[in-house]
């Protein structure tokens, strides 16, 4: 069977949102061409599979509405606004990304662009907001609180390592779990991680983030290095699911499984797991490197965020209180 996709022009870009064709109706797909299979995995490769999978998604809940391709701009406008009481305004968004692409591909007029659709978004964003519910940061004292709830199972062992890796390298989940034994570079001061590939660098330029021997007892190099020599893990994945008899699988951990970890691990040391994610190691060490002085050019530098402007979204309200300019005259 031939391989059919679906195509978009963005910008000068050519991308693939969906390559199964999967939510679309079968009288419609004569009009996507049959493609070799080179050009099918340059074009699946195009976007992430995290991010085919969301469009995948959007797409057959548009059609579960009982709305198809095309769509009026009118049918459309009432779509979104079926949907302000149940998602947030990203999920809207993107939702919309979908179907505008979806449309293009096909060869139609893309029916968000109508003057109806805009105005109906800028309703939703008004109504709504726009802000993001933000994940706590778990900060440096925070964390050395949840480390020393800890004990020395297996488990423990390889949580404590993974808990302060990902705050030491302030990772994504996808990252953290992503790093194999040849990702390990051991130097002098500390250990440098090479980052393959990330979020904002899907082409896979890579990134060094140095760890450093810590000054505490709570050394994200030696917790590391001691999770590796008890696992016995010599390549492969560094972080690997464990049953719950002690027995470390070959497979490595999921990022969802990362969020699991630092809710558990919260929750044991007396914290609320439910405003923390996987993300709050990322935002834990921005805003504890900023209120101990740290430049915003080398957090930066530790995050790969590409501007300061970036970086303030990920250094928490907790550093309001330094040097706060009401502080200085009251």
């Given at each position: 069977?031939?391989?059919?996709?679906?195509?978009?022009?963005?910008?000068?870009?050519?991308?693939?949102?969906?390559?199964?064709?999967?939510?679309?109706?079968?009288?419609?797909?004569?009009?996507?061409e049959p493609?070799?299979?080179?050009?099918?995995?340059?074009?699946?490769?195009?976007?992430?599979?995290?991010?085919?999978?969301?469009?995948?998604?959007?797409?057959?809940?548009?059609?579960?509405?009982?709305?198809?391709?095309?769509?009026?701009?009118?049918?459309?406008?009432?779509?979104?606004?079926?949907?302000?009481?149940?998602?947030?305004?990203?999920?809207?968004?993107?939702?919309?990304?979908?179907?505008?692409?979806?449309?293009?591909?096909?060869?139609?007029?893309?029916?968000?662009?109508?003057?109806?659709?805009?105005?109906?978004?800028?309703?939703?964003?008004?109504?709504?907001?726009?802000?993001?519910?933000?994940?706590?940061?778990?900060?440096?004292?925070?964390?050395?609180?949840?480390?020393?709830?800890?004990?020395?199972?297996?488990?423990?062992?390889?949580?404590?390592?993974?808990?302060?890796?990902?705050?030491?390298?302030?990772?994504?989940?996808?990252?953290?779990?992503?790093?194999?034994?040849?990702?390990?570079?051991?130097?002098?001061?500390?250990?440098?991680?090479?980052?393959?590939?990330?979020?904002?660098?899907?082409?896979?330029?890579?990134?060094?983030?140095?760890?450093?021997?810590?000054?505490?007892?709570?050394?994200?190099?030696?917790?590391?290095?001691?999770?590796?020599?008890?696992?016995?893990?010599?390549?492969?994945?560094?972080?690997?699911?464990?049953?719950?008899?002690?027995?470390?699988?070959?497979?490595?951990?999921?990022?969802?499984?990362?969020?699991?970890?630092?809710?558990?691990?919260?929750?044991?040391?007396?914290?609320?797991?439910?405003?923390?994610?996987?993300?709050?190691?990322?935002a834990g060490?921005?805003?504890?490197?900023?209120?101990?002085?740290?430049?915003?050019?080398?957090?930066?530098?530790?995050?790969?965020?590409?501007?300061?402007?970036?970086?303030?979204?990920?250094?928490?309200?907790?550093?309001?209180?330094?040097d706060n300019?009401?502080?200085?005259?009251?």
């Amino acid at each position: 069977m031939e391989k059919q996709i679906i195509v978009v022009g963005a910008s000068t870009e050519r991308c693939a949102i969906n390559c199964k064709s999967n939510g679309l109706p079968d009288q419609q797909l004569h009009l996507v061409e049959p493609i070799s299979e080179p050009l099918h995995r340059l074009l699946t490769s195009s976007l992430s599979a995290s991010t085919q999978r969301a469009y995948a998604a959007d797409l057959n809940h548009f059609r579960a509405s009982g709305r198809d391709i095309p769509c009026p701009p009118h049918a459309l406008a009432e779509y979104l606004a079926e949907l302000v009481a149940t998602h947030a305004v990203a999920t809207i968004q993107r939702r919309l990304a979908a179907i505008a692409k979806a449309h293009r591909a096909l060869g139609h007029d893309d029916p968000c662009r109508a003057e109806i659709v805009r105005a109906t978004m800028s309703g939703i964003k008004r109504t709504k907001g726009m802000a993001q519910r933000e994940a706590q940061a778990l900060q440096r004292d925070s964390l050395f609180a949840v480390l020393e709830r800890m004990g020395e199972r297996p488990i423990d062992i390889r949580d404590r390592a993974l808990l302060l890796i990902g705050f030491a390298g302030a990772f994504r989940r996808s990252e953290l779990v992503g790093f194999d034994c040849g990702d390990v570079e051991h130097v002098g001061r500390g250990i440098v991680l090479h980052l393959r590939r990330s979020k904002t660098d899907q082409t896979g330029q890579g990134r060094k983030i140095a760890i450093p021997y810590g000054r505490t007892r709570w050394c994200p190099v030696r917790h590391l290095t001691d999770w590796l020599a008890h696992a016995g893990i010599e390549q492969g994945p560094l972080f690997r699911s464990i049953d719950r008899h002690g027995h470390i699988a070959q497979d490595r951990l999921s990022g969802d499984a990362v969020a699991v970890i630092v809710k558990r691990r919260v929750e044991a040391a007396g914290f609320d797991p439910a405003i923390f994610s996987g993300h709050s190691l990322r935002a834990g060490l921005a805003t504890s490197a900023a209120m101990a002085g740290a430049s915003s050019w080398k957090i930066r530098q530790q995050t790969g965020h590409r501007s300061d402007a970036i970086l303030a979204r990920y250094i928490r309200s907790a550093d309001m209180f330094v040097d706060n300019a009401a502080g200085a005259v009251l």
